[in-house]
């Protein structure tokens, strides 16, 4: 029951990235990467504009799975001296499931209690922001961000902030 639900998730997210690089057509490029921090995963990021982005990250946390998608705002630290640099925030959402692990007492074959431990799945929604700086590269089509990414969980077993507040994040992209 577990794997089709994991699987299920997997497959939600792998459709919405494919279908929203055709959706978004008057995009300025698009990226791809890894996100490293409390969670690591898979990073896809269409610019619509050179100012504006869609972001989709999914990663393994706490034993189960979380897709996250942020609209953001890119802002040029100084046109003056750089236009590589970039200050971005933006809002969106997650939904995933978490994994915790649950004691309980039974008897095995000889009559004797004996605890065990099983892990149980608990769905995860909630709210994020995102806040960090950006570097385009300018002979190499890559971009390093440096984030802040606290999340607001309405439903889960981390309500509220939770384990999940101070979560800083370091991500390289390939644009293409």
Do not use: W
């Amino acid at each position: 029951m577990m794997k089709i639900f994991k699987n299920t998730l997997a497959f939600v997210f792998l459709a919405i990235l494919i279908s929203t690089s055709f959706f978004v057509r008057g995009q300025d490029f698009q990226a791809i990467g890894l996100r490293l921090g409390s969670g690591s995963g898979i990073v896809y990021k269409s610019y619509i504009n050179y100012e504006n982005a869609f972001e989709l990250i999914a990663y393994n946390k706490e034993k189960g799975f979380l897709a996250t998608a942020l609209y953001v705002f890119n802002e040029p630290v100084s046109m003056m001296y750089s236009d590589r640099f970039f200050v971005y925030y933006g809002f969106g959402a997650h939904a995933g499931y978490y994994r915790n692990i649950e004691y309980f007492k039974t008897m095995d074959n000889n009559g004797n209690e004996v605890i065990k431990e099983r892990l149980l799945p608990f769905p995860n929604l909630g709210f994020d922001v995102v806040g960090g700086i950006e570097y385009r590269l300018e002979n190499y089509p890559v971009i390093v961000c440096l984030d802040f990414k606290p999340t607001l969980n309405i439903f889960g077993p981390y309500k509220h902030f939770g384990n999940n507040f101070f979560d800083f994040g370091l991500s390289f992209f390939y644009k293409f």
